[in-house]
């Protein structure tokens, strides 16, 4: 009862999952306190097999929902409370509005974090369950076939790709700590890290010569994001294309589109592919645009505290040899609570630095 009544009172998100968590303890307990109960009656001969053999069932999947939702909370408790004030806007809680969003993302990452991928047999790119849910969430697939690029419109399936934000190979636990979360299980499965592209539009992903961004300085919902490129020669190449269609220079400040949705790909992976960009072109040195972001003529303008300041202190050091800009500090956040000590950090700040330096952004 003292669980439902903090979920029916619960003033923000954080309290709300506070609230779930409780209630998800007390379901535990009270299916396995029952299943107890059962099997002694049966054991005493009060009852048969026979007869209590779907309770039992019925408990024991009480039991284990429960303990799966309880552990994907506990583990990843910061980024549930961020995908739910995406979902709402950051708006006061609506309890209804707030319990539909829970559901969906809940039972979305327990799926995710313990069941894996898997692969579905399609005659499309879309032949894994990621690819799959990234379409799906970004409503990207036309009745004909055609897919829905966030850059050049409808297209077909042979040209776009469902493209990680955040690469599969940096799923670790030196990644879920920067987050400020127990572990990233799933991470390379998860729709909201993902947008269907141009494979075209991709490479220049992958290379570095074109990150997304906001659209303006004051937030919006649903978010407003915007292509820029980083390379000075592809600002103002005639020559060079991503398609028939659009040259490679017109996505510079060009706004991704979405099909008639209000679903976006999560700030957070957006912002450490930003981030990552910006890392890694400082170590490279001579781009105009590390200058930009350094002069916050670069803002970052969503709502969110997404990376851990001191681990993206260590980070920075070790794959730029400098201090990361104070333009960062806005989308840093400080948890003691799950706080290492320096040594751990500096050793998973190394480890995550030799991940990007080496794989950059192919997945």
């Known amino acids: 009862a003292s669980a439902t009544s903090q979920i029916q009172r619960a003033r923000s998100v954080q309290d709300f999952l506070d609230g779930k968590s409780e209630e998800a ?8 306190e029952v299943k107890l109960l059962i099997t002694q009656a049966i054991d005493e001969g009060k009852i048969s097999s026979a007869e ?3 309770a039992i069932s019925d408990l024991r999947k009480a039991e284990h ?15 549930i409370v961020d995908d739910l004030n995406e979902e709402l806007g950051f708006a006061k809680p609506d309890l209804e509005k707030l319990s539909n969003a829970y559901d969906m993302i809940i039972g979305e990452k327990v799926k995710i974090a313990y069941q894996g991928g898997g692969i579905l047999p399609t ?22 076939g055609r897919y829905f690029c966030s850059a050049s419109g409808w297209q077909a399936h042979k040209s ?24 990233m299980k799933g991470l390379r499965y998860d729709k909201r890290n993902g947008l269907v592209l141009l494979k075209t539009v991709e490479n220049h992903m992958d290379k570095m010569e074109l990150v997304i961004v906001p659209v303006g300085k004051a937030p919006s919902h649903p978010a407003r994001y915007k292509f820029v490129i980083t390379s000075e020669y592809l600002r103002t190449a005639n020559d060079k294309w991503v398609n028939g269609d659009i040259r490679t220079r017109d996505l510079h400040n060009r706004e991704l589109r979405f099909n008639q949705t209000n679903n976006r790909p999560a700030a957070r992976f957006l912002y450490w ?16 645009w590390v200058s930009e972001v350094e002069t916050r003529g670069m803002m970052w303008a969503t709502p969110g505290k997404y990376l851990r300041r001191s ?53």
């Open 65 to 79: 929902d429960g303990l799966e939702e309880l552990r994907v909370i506990k583990r990843q408790k910061k980024i």
């Open 311 to 363: 681990y993206l202190i260590q980070l920075a050091r070790k794959v730029s040899d400098r201090y990361p800009p104070q333009v960062f500090e806005d989308q840093c956040f400080d948890d003691p609570s799950t706080a290492k000590s320096k040594q751990d950090e500096e050793l998973g700040a190394h480890e995550l630095a030799k991940k990007m330096t080496d794989v950059t952004f192919q997945d």
């Open 25 to 32: 303890q007390a379901e535990i307990e009270y299916s396995g």
């Open 52 to 54: 209590s053999g779907k």
């Open 123 to 144: 005659k499309n790119f879309a032949n894994t369950r990621y690819s799959r849910a990234v379409v799906q969430h970004l409503n990207a697939l036309g009745d004909d």
């Open 273 to 288: 592919r930003f981030v990552q960009t910006y890392l890694l072109l400082k170590k490279r040195g001579d781009c105009p």
């Open 160 to 183: 776009v790709k469902a493209a990680h934000l955040v690469p599969k190979s940096l799923e670790s636990d030196e990644l879920a700590h920067m987050f400020g979360v127990v572990d």
